[in-house]
T-cell receptor, first 113, second 111 residues
Framework: AQSVTQLDSHVSVSEGTPVLLRCNYS??????LFWYVQHPNKGLQLLLK??????LVKGINGFEAEFKKSETSFHLTKPSAHMSDAAEYFC???????????FGAGTRLFVKA | NAGVTQTPKFQVLKTGQSMTLQCAQD?????MSWYRQDPGMGLRLIHY???????DQGEVPNGYNVSRSTTEDFPLRLLSAAPSQTSVYFC??????????FGQGTRLTVV
C-alpha cells in the first residue's frame, strides 16, 4: 500500500527567503515520487519527478527535491521564494509499474512581500 | 496533441439527478483515473483503470461508477447526485513510469 503525508498544511515565508515543504511517503515497492503545483482556480502542473535515477531532482522555477530512502522523505526546496510561488503544492507517490497514483493533502505556500 | 480532455468544465445538478463526466486522452496511456478535490484534503482517488475493460476502486468510490470500453475514454457516472458530491473532479492518464497528465477539471455543484 502507498501513502503520502505532507507535514505542513500551511507554510508562510518572506519573499527572497528559502522554501521548505516537507513530504514523507510509504510504499511497499520502489516508488516514483512527484511534486505538483496548483495555482488558485487552475489545473495541476508538474514541478519535478523522481523515478529511481539521481536522488537530487531539479524541477522547474528553481525548485528541487531530494529522495531520502532511509528517511522515506521527499522534501521540496527552493533557495529564494518569489511572490509567484504562492500556490498549493502536492506530493504524489506511484508504486512499481507507475499506477495507482496517491496524493498528499497539500501544503499551501504563502509568500509575504 | 490535446492531452487529457474533460467535459463539462462546470455543472450544477439537483439532488437525485444523474450525469456523466467525460474524460478522453490521446496519448495511448494504459492508466486512467478520477480524483475529487476538496479543501484541505488534496486529491482523493475515486476509481482507476489499468486498461480497457479493467477498473478498480480507489479511496472514495461510493456513489460513483466507471467503465473503460476503450483505451481513450474513461467516463465517471453519478447515478443519484448528493450535495456531498459537490467538488472539483480531475481526470488523469499515465503511461507507466511517467508522470500523470491531468485534465482541466470539472467544478460540480449539487443543490
Amino acid at each position: 500500500a502507498q501513502s503520502v503525508t505532507q507535514l505542513d498544511s500551511h507554510v508562510s515565508v518572506s519573499e527572497g527567503t528559502p522554501v521548505l515543504l516537507r513530504c514523507n511517503y510509504s510504499s511497499s515497492y520502489s516508488p516514483s515520487l512527484f511534486w505538483y503545483v496548483q495555482h488558485p482556480n487552475k489545473g495541476l502542473q508538474l514541478l519535478l519527478k523522481y523515478t529511481s535515477a539521481a536522488t537530487l531532482v531539479k524541477g522547474i522555477n528553481g525548485f528541487e527535491a531530494e529522495f531520502k530512502k532511509s528517511e522515506t522523505s521527499f522534501h521540496l526546496t527552493k533557495p529564494s521564494a518569489h511572490m509567484s510561488d504562492a500556490a498549493e503544492y502536492f506530493c504524489v507517490v506511484s508504486g512499481t509499474g507507475g499506477f495507482k497514483t496517491i496524493f498528499g493533502a497539500g501544503t499551501r505556500l504563502f509568500v509575504k512581500a | 496533441n490535446a492531452g487529457v480532455t474533460q467535459t463539462p468544465k462546470f455543472q450544477v445538478l439537483k439532488t437525485g439527478q444523474s450525469m456523466t463526466l467525460q474524460c478522453a486522452q490521446d496519448m495511448n496511456h494504459e492508466y486512467m483515473s478520477w480524483y475529487r478535490q476538496d479543501p484541505g484534503m488534496g486529491l482523493r482517488l475515486i476509481h482507476y483503470s489499468v486498461g480497457a475493460g479493467i477498473t478498480d476502486q480507489g479511496e472514495v468510490p461510493n456513489g460513483y461508477n466507471v467503465s473503460r470500453s476503450t483505451t481513450e475514454d474513461f467516463p465517471l457516472r453519478l447515478l443519484s447526485a448528493a450535495p456531498s458530491q459537490t467538488s472539483v473532479y480531475f481526470c488523469a492518464s499515465k503511461g507507466g513510469e511517467t508522470e500523470a497528465f491531468f485534465g482541466q477539471g470539472t467544478r460540480l455543484t449539487v443543490v
